[in-house]
């Protein structure tokens, strides 16, 4: 898996310009204070996957999960696996997994669930996040 990979999707389409070129709009004031009773989670599958890379890996503390802008539609997943917590990111533990979030990210992806499947040949993590209210038909961004 590579630092900042985005979704992937089957549909069709053309991402060649789009409002994702500058930081996040803030949707809260304070991600951090506002934490509580948000959450982010983790299917079985996704978990297995993460435990045994980090495994391989030899070291890792969990998995970094946020959002960029970029695309057609405004904003892209972003996940990497974390060697430590930064003072900053925003802490969930799930299936035995640590799911650090960084506060600007977390509005947008707040009841997200994290999953890993398999489909013919490809493989990787789908992000099932009830938030979603579009995505480019490339599948490389989406929009709340």
Same mark, same amino acid.
């Given at each position: 898996m590579q630092p900042d990979q985005a979704t992937a999707s089957t549909a069709s389409g053309s991402c060649t310009s789009g409002p994702g070129n500058g930081p996040l709009p803030e949707l809260a004031s304070d991600a951090q204070a506002g934490a509580q009773g948000m959450s982010v989670s983790l299917t079985e599958a996704a978990a297995r996957h993460i435990n045994r890379y980090l495994g391989r890996r030899g070291k890792g503390v969990g998995v970094r999960l946020g959002v960029k802008t970029t695309g057609c539609s405004g904003l892209a997943y972003k996940i990497e696996f974390a060697d430590e917590v930064a003072p900053e990111d925003i802490v969930f533990e799930n299936q035995g997994v640590k799911i650090l979030v960084d506060p600007k990210s977390l509005p947008y992806i707040d009841g997200t669930e994290l999953d890993f499947a398999r489909e013919g040949l490809n493989e990787g993590f789908k992000f099932n996040?009830?938030?979603? #209210?579009? #995505?480019c038909g490339c599948g490389e961004s989406f929009r709340v």
């Open positions: 996040n009830p938030k979603e #209210r579009d #995505r």
